[in-house]
């Protein structure tokens, strides 16, 4: 992509180019400067898995529901919207199937960052120092510091971090619903706003035990502890769960 982006700033044309911050400083650092016409967008990541590893898991859902999969979303908001993780991905004929992330090895430990690349673990752009014109994450927690909002389908953390990025946002506001908050609560409920995510012990032998016997490790996480607590998360009407949290 970084190619494509070179031969499209060279013909004149706009990039606007999202992606992870340490692609966006490869970005840079491959083209050498900053042209004008170049908007970038990074994102408040936590971390990053193995190419490998998703591979693998994809060929193992292939292989349960016998056909190749064309598209795969991890964020769908259709069942249970923004506060419920379920993907959704399609094989032949465009048949959907779907799962709770909790209920998915990969993605399980994809939500745990047990699965994500040592470099993660120590991600010197885990802070408000951001690459980006515009930095773009969820804005977790806004329940709690903005009234009156729709959460359903979920609200956006906006950072701007450059003239370029303000320009931009001052173009789209009357396309926008834009409320001002505080950088303390944009990083309360955001901790890769400050730090990068912690390193679990699993970490240690995590691609020796998965990779040893790759469908092994897939079909263990269904007879495991966390699967089963996760099976009743599932099961409880939020009704429920909240009723428990104020206890």
């Not at 180019?17 to 970005?27: A, H, K, M, N, S």
């Not at 590893?53 to 769908?76: A, D, M």
């Not at 120590?122 to 930095?135: F, S, V």
């Amino acid at each position: 992509t970084y190619t494509d982006v070179k031969n499209l700033l060279h013909d004149g044309k706009f990039v606007l180019f999202v992606g992870t911050p340490c692609q966006i400083e490869g970005l840079l650092l491959f083209l050498k400067d900053k042209p004008k016409n170049l908007i970038t967008v990074d994102l408040i990541c936590h971390g990053v898995s193995s190419p490998l590893l998703w591979q693998k898991h994809k060929e193992y859902l292939e292989s349960k529901v016998h056909s190749k999969i064309n598209s795969y979303r991890f964020r769908g908001k259709e069942k249970n919207g923004w506060s419920c993780y379920y993907y959704y991905y399609y094989g032949d004929k465009n048949k959907c199937k779907y799962g709770s992330a909790i209920l998915d090895h990969y993605y399980a430990d994809f939500l745990s960052g047990s699965n994500y690349r040592e470099s993660c673990y120590k991600c010197k752009y885990a802070n408000l120092n951001r690459i980006g014109d515009i930095t773009i994450g969820d804005c977790w927690g806004a329940e709690n510091f903005i009234d009156g909002i729709n959460l359903n389908e979920g609200i956006s953390l906006i950072i701007i971090n450059s003239k370029t990025g303000c320009d931009l946002i001052d173009k789209l506001k009357d396309s926008l619903i834009l409320k001002k908050i505080t950088k303390e609560n944009a990083t309360k409920y955001n901790h890769n706003l400050h730090t990068p995510t912690p390193r679990p012990l699993e970490r240690d032998n995590y691609y020796e035990k998965c990779f040893r016997n790759f469908e092994k490790w897939e079909k263990e996480y269904t007879h495991s502890r966390d699967y089963i607590i996760n099976k009743v998360k599932i099961a409880t009407p939020n009704v429920v769960k909240k009723a428990i949290k104020k206890l």
